[in-house]
């Protein structure tokens, strides 16, 4: 049996009276070669066993640093050659047996003939036993000379229609570059997009749960990965819908009528005035615009309340709080104060002329000079080496995150360690030089060739952009740029998507592609048409973000009622109800401060600032409604930083803090104003409705807080209280259980 030196057992290293015994036992177990039934190579056949199995996973041999009790593997055997170094010439050849191949520790540890913490990975009576075996008595090769590469694997079915509890088996297929192809079923990795929508074993049989929708299902071999999409209906298609406001209705209709689900009723005007000022603007709308919006009779005016909305303040303050968390707009130290004041008056200046956003993105990349002449710098002051900027420009501006491509092949993905430093390469000619402030530097491009050092393979790698070609760029020409012109290109697959499914998620709790930073082929969106049509009207509206912002908010879509029928209540990615969703920290303090008649003050800004017209993190430290409530301290650019769920330790705040008490019982704030006046409590119950909810209380609210106000009232000592402190105390209790109520504290 014929062997390269490189991939035989290096039997000569032992010398001595060993070698010819050994030598007789490999000449023995070549005949256990020739009869099995094909030649084995370690990539082809043993790597894929033990991916199965689990021993090259992170959390066992591929274990960051040196595997497990001395034993290292690469992540899922992205790194065939190392694995087989490992395996079959480290620790003097002990862990393979080519004489006696039942028991080499390969073997008896998997199968846990010997102790091992793994527990039995593999079955003594398995084929995969067998064909370790096999291998090992065959010599171990590695590869052989005309072995074919695995080309693709695809699964079988790619797209199914499956109901409630049902089940289907999948079928793998590999592709090799010499044509042939095998069933690795038994070898593959199975994983749902959504576990609990559909659940998978690890033979690749599919069962179905009892949520409607589109699921995924990622199969993953050698590196590999394809997807079976699963179509799962609530019942058989409509037959009527609503009429669609544009593109955005037509489909997501379309996908409600496949799937058999109803949409919701169209919210009413007080409810879509509510929703779209808190979406757009970040606060409630002032009592008086509610009763200026639900006595105006012009059939036009949802898109007129949107455009106003656009226009305002309130939009530029809302959407600058956001992508300033997103970019790191970080208060480190005392001395970051000016940065982070110029760079968040640069997003909302920005926002409020609406730039386009391929504009602000490549003047954010290109940036060079000091925070002062062209604040864009700042972004640099906080996030320092190339890899963690070109990290952050992925997921943030094109929804990869690379972080896990710099130690290992993507295990979710195509993305390998070249193609990380290449996209590292883009940021690697970045100068820095110290100005006269403390802590404050100025960025220049230093002239040169554009390059990073691949840590594994410790050889250069030039700049290129994600799946292309490496970019000839010139010394004098800063790389930044070319990154920045390639993002914006109209054929970029991942630039405009990144944007709307965010935007998506922003005003419909969940994205297209969930979470709203992670687009790959293994993760598919729950409506791919509606995420290619609204990318394509970003580009083709030349990156207005506005225009975004309006296609979703004029869309029926948006307006429909947070209220679910007999049917759609179980829906949860179909988009057939409004979502109801938390007020963010920095929204809710600031619809409390409007509806007690209060404000918080903040250091460093303005008396009677917005909560969501801060610039920076610092004030998280000030104020504990916002840390408690989950304001992002930007400290990364996942969106997952903000905290949008309930807590002990929020309803504790709401309702018996000693913030909250002091609003309610301010001198001069509206309980204060609303026990002196002299209106009947109908009219001001009335008053206080509008501006907690947008709407009029119903025949049952209103009698229950006249009543409620009429009540007699008592001091500590039991006395009866004068009619106006009486009248002010019922109207501080009144205030307080409005706006403990879910209709206040959720956007719906």
């Known amino acids: 049996m014929s062997r390269s030196k490189d991939h035989a057992f290096p039997c000569s290293r032992l010398g001595g009276s060993l070698a010819l015994p050994l030598a007789l036992a490999l000449f023995a177990t070549s005949a256990f070669a020739e009869e099995s039934p094909a030649s084995l190579s370690f990539v082809n056949d043993i790597v894929p066993i033990l991916t199965k199995a689990g021993c090259n996973a992170g959390a066992c041999h591929a274990k960051a640093g040196n595997g497990q009790n001395g034993f290292r593997l690469s992540l899922l055997g992205f790194e065939p050659g190392e694995d087989y170094e490992h395996i079959v010439k480290e620790a003097h050849g002990r862990r393979v047996s080519p004489a006696a191949p039942a028991q080499s520790l390969l073997l008896l540890k998997a199968t846990n003939g010997m102790p091992h913490g793994g527990g039995q990975r593999i079955d003594p009576k398995s084929e995969s036993y067998q064909r370790i075996l096999n291998w090992i008595g065959q010599g171990m090769p590695f590869r052989g000379e005309h072995d074919p590469q695995l080309a693709s ?63 995924a299902v990622m199969v993953r071999y050698q590196g590999l990965v394809s997807v ?17 406001n544009n593109f955005v209705d037509e489909l997501v209709f379309a996908n409600l009528k496949q799937i058999g689900i109803p949409p919701s009723a169209l919210c009413d005007d007080a409810e879509f005035l509510r929703r779209a000022s808190l979406d757009i603007a970040g606060h409630l709308p002032t009592m008086e615009e509610t009763r200026a919006f639900l006595d105006d009779q012009d059939a036009d005016k949802r898109n007129k309340l949107i455009d106003s909305l656009l226009s305002s303040p309130g939009y530029a303050d809302y959407f600058a709080n956001k992508w300033s968390a997103l970019l790191k707009n970080r208060r480190d130290a005392t001395s970051d104060k000016t940065a982070n004041f110029a760079f968040h008056s640069w997003l909302r200046d920005g926002l409020l002329e609406n730039r386009p956003y391929d504009q602000m993105v490549r003047e954010l990349l290109g940036a060079t000079g000091d925070v002062v002449s062209n604040p864009p ?20 501006f094109l929804g990869v995150r690379m972080q896990c491509a710099q130690c290992h092949h993507h295990p979710f993905e195509r993305w390998s360690q070249q193609d990380y430093y290449s996209l590292s390469a883009f940021f690697s000619q970045i100068g820095r030089k110290p100005t006269s402030t403390p802590e404050e530097d100025i960025i220049f491009h230093k002239r040169g060739t554009a390059q990073a050092e691949n840590k594994k393979t410790k050889l250069p790698v030039p700049p290129a952009a994600l799946g292309q070609t490496p970019q000839k760029i010139l010394p004098d020409e800063d790389p930044r740029l070319y990154l920045a012109d390639w993002m914006s290109t109209p054929e970029n697959p991942f630039f405009a998507k990144a944007l709307v499914n965010r935007y998506w998620k922003h005003f419909f709790k969940r994205g297209l592609i969930e979470p709203e930073d992670d687009i790959r082929d293994s993760n598919p969106p729950s409506n791919p048409e509606l995420l290619d049509a609204l990318a394509r009207h970003f580009v083709e509206s030349g990156y207005d973000l506005k225009s975004v912002i309006r296609a979703i908010t004029r869309s029926r879509t948006y307006q429909l009622s947070s209220v679910p029928n007999e049917l759609n ?32 003050d903040f250091p460093d800004v303005p008396r009677g600032t917005h909560a969501v017209s801060l610039p920076d993190n610092s004030y998280n430290k000030s104020s504990y409604f916002l840390a408690v409530f989950g304001r992002p301290d930007g400290a990364s650019v996942c969106e997952c930083e903000r905290v949008q769920s309930s807590s002990l330790a929020q309803s504790l705040h709401l309702m018996n803090s000693q913030e909250m008490r002091q609003k309610l019982t301010l001198n001069g704030g509206r309980a204060d104003q609303l026990s002196k006046d002299s209106r009947t409590d109908a009219e001001k119950v009335r008053d206080l409705y509008l501006m907690a909810f947008s ?24 006395q009866p209280l004068d009619p106006q402190q009486a009248k002010r105390q019922g109207y501080e209790d009144l205030l307080w259980a409005l706006m403990n109520t879910k209709e206040f504290l959720f956007n719906h």
């Open 695 to 718: 709407r009029l209380p119903n025949d049952v609210e209103l009698q229950a807080t006249e009543s409620y106000l009429a009540k007699p009232r008592l001091n500590a000592q039991g």
């Open 569 to 600: 209540g179980v829906d949860r990615q179909n988009y057939s109800r409004f979502y109801p969703r938390h007020l963010q920290s920095e929204v809710l303090l600031d619809a409390i401060d409007q509806f007690t008649g209060s404000q918080t």
């Open 377 to 396: 710098v700042a972004w640099y002051k906080r996030v320092k080496e190339p890899e963690q900027q070109l990290e952050d420009v992925a997921q943030l």
């Open 153 to 215: 694997i695809e699964v079988q079915p790619p797209r199914a229609l499956l109901q409630f509890h049902a089940q289907q088996q999948l079928k793998v297929l590999a592709h090799y570059s010499d044509g042939s192809q095998r069933d690795v079923t038994a070898l593959a990795l199975f994983e749902p997009n959504d576990k609990s929508m559909a659940e998978t074993d690890e033979h690749g049989r599919v069962t179905i749960q009892e949520i409607p929708g589109n699921v």
């Open 228 to 244: 079976c999409s699963a179509f799962v209906p609530l019942g058989p298609p409509l037959e009527n819908l609503p009429p669609a």
